[in-house]
């Protein structure tokens, strides 16, 4: 179990899961928080990774750091979100093997589960179905990183765990106009409305897909429940158990932020997968249940977005 003097490195600390696991750590009273960003460690290179294992030897590793993105981002960059993930997480969890670290948690995704999975999605439903096409390079870096940390467990008695977090939003999101995901570019998108005082906005598909979102500090806060009291082999969901329609979605962010005009949905763009709903019994189970209605998320992510980006 982690000591508050503990030496954990936290990777991707300036991404949203990240930056979330650290306030967790910090709030929590660990000290010992080693951090880099990716201008002093590029990740993907092996080499620099090995370097900075062996100097640093953290005891707690939480590898958080990938390249992430939306629907677009995914079916654009496909080649970089394949590479660059599996170079990042293929270094993190060898050199933690390699240098003796205590115990490493993986970050992965719910785009690792079949695209017609059926609802809510249960740990055991991985590799039993086609994944969603949009998103597919990642969904296959992500569920190598899960078998890595399967196999380095069963081969070299590392432990090391997954978890699995459902669609996360919060403080440090990505509001890219392109690639971004769906609920902070709606964020976006209806405060840009409201102050050019635009008469609709427009919402990219049928606005029937279901989808879960958790606030990004409740997976950090159940991140660290999971390093201090969990050792099994099984990837662990990480989600609040209820969704909601992008329509029903896009309505509840409309009326936090106070924009008068109307909703129109681009059919021609894509939907996505139907439904997204995880099944995260297990994690309950375990005794870990979300703090963070969905309403006072999006107000906090919105007070974030509005200190870092109404300029």
């Known amino acids: 179990m982690m000591q508050t003097g503990s030496k954990i490195y936290v990777?991707?600390?300036r991404g949203m899961v990240g930056s979330a696991v650290t306030r967790a750590l910090q709030k929590a009273g660990f000290t010992n928080i080693i951090t880099r960003t990716s201008s002093e460690l590029d990740l993907r290179n092996q080499q620099a990774v090995a370097d900075f294992f062996a100097q640093e030897k953290p005891e707690y590793v939480f590898m958080a750091a990938a390249r992430v993105g939306g629907i677009v981002a995914n079916n654009t960059y496909r080649a970089e979100?394949?590479?660059?993930?599996?170079?990042?997480?293929?270094?993190?969890?060898?050199q933690s093997y390699v240098n003796g670290v205590k115990k490493m948690m993986f970050f992965g995704s719910s785009c690792i589960y079949p695209k017609m999975a059926p609802q809510?999605?249960?740990?055991?439903?991985?590799?039993?179905?086609?994944?969603?096409?949009?998103?597919?390079?990642?969904?296959?870096?992500?569920?190598?990183g899960i078998k890595m940390v399967e196999a380095?467990?069963?081969?070299?008695?590392?432990?090391?765990?997954?978890?699995?977090?459902?669609n996360l939003y919060g403080i440090n999101d990505n509001y890219h106009p392109q690639n971004s995901h769906v609920l902070p570019a709606l964020i976006r998108k209806f405060h840009e409305a409201k102050v050019s005082g635009a008469s609709?906005?427009?919402?990219w598909g049928t606005g029937s897909p279901m989808r879960e979102f958790l606030f990004a500090d409740?997976?950090?806060?159940?991140?660290?429940?999971?390093?201090?009291?969990?050792?099994?082999?099984?990837?662990?969901n990480i989600g609040c158990n209820s969704d909601l329609?992008?329509?029903?979605?896009?309505?509840?962010?409309?009326?936090?932020?106070?924009f008068e005009g109307?909703?129109?949905?681009?059919?021609?763009k894509p939907d996505g997968t139907p439904k997204k709903l995880m099944d995260s019994s297990f994690l309950h189970s375990l005794g870990w249940q979300h703090k963070t209605s969905l309403q006072e998320g999006i107000l906090l992510a919105y007070e974030d977005f509005l200190a870092r980006h109404s300029s």
């Open 218 to 236: 409740d997976l950090a806060d159940a991140a660290l429940y999971l390093m201090q009291n969990y050792d099994g082999e099984q990837f662990v």
């Open 120 to 144: 809510p999605m249960k740990e055991s439903y991985l590799l039993t179905g086609l994944l969603e096409h949009t998103n597919e390079p990642y969904a296959i870096a992500k569920i190598a």
């Open 245 to 258: 329609s992008i329509k029903d979605l896009a309505l509840m962010i409309k009326d936090i932020i106070g």
């Open 81 to 94: 979100f394949i590479h660059d993930n599996l170079c990042i997480q293929n270094n993190i969890i060898h």
């Open 11 to 13: 990777a991707g600390h």
């Open 200 to 203: 609709h906005v427009e919402v």
């Open 262 to 268: 109307e909703l129109k949905f681009d059919s021609s």
């Open 152 to 166: 380095y467990r069963d081969q070299y008695n590392c432990n090391f765990v997954s978890v699995m977090p459902t």
